[in-house]
Nanobody, 123 residues
Framework: QVQLVESGGGLALAGGSLKLSCAVS????????MGWFRQAPAKERGFVVG????????YYTDSVKGRFTISRDNAQNTVYLQMNSLKPEDTAVYYC????????????????WGQGTQVTVAS
């Protein structure tokens, strides 16, 4: 019933920017903690950033602090990931995820996942 659809991935040069979007349907968006994860080839899916249901708090993995910004628009049922100062090591499939309202950012599991969008950063 809950669907998450990512968009905005593509090719960027090192130092460039991309903005990812994740549209959520089939559920009550404001009930969800939202997050972004990424997975490079042969690596496990890793946490990038999470945001609470009301945008009150965010939590970023160290490698993206100061470069990536998560935001959400509850009226549009959409969460965004603005990625600046991209590095080749940011290359991965990026996944949007939804979890329970109140989950601990960077700790608790998420319940629903999008299909992913490819981000490739060329050196």
């Amino acid at each position: 019933q809950v669907q998450l659809v990512e968009s905005g991935g593509g090719l960027a040069l090192a130092g460039g920017s991309l903005k990812l979007s994740c549209a959520v349907s089939g559920g009550t968006f404001s009930n969800y903690t939202m997050g972004w994860f990424r997975q490079a080839p042969a690596k496990e899916r890793g946490f990038v950033v999470g945001i609470t249901w009301n945008s009150f708090r965010t939590y970023y993995t160290d490698s993206v602090k100061g470069r990536f910004t998560i935001s959400r628009d509850n009226a549009q049922n959409t969460v965004y990931l603005q990625m600046n100062s991209l590095k080749p090591e940011d290359t991965a499939v990026y996944y949007c995820a939804a979890g329970r309202r109140g989950l601990r950012l960077g700790v608790d599991k998420y319940d629903y996942w999008g299909q992913g969008t490819q981000v490739t950063v060329a050196s």
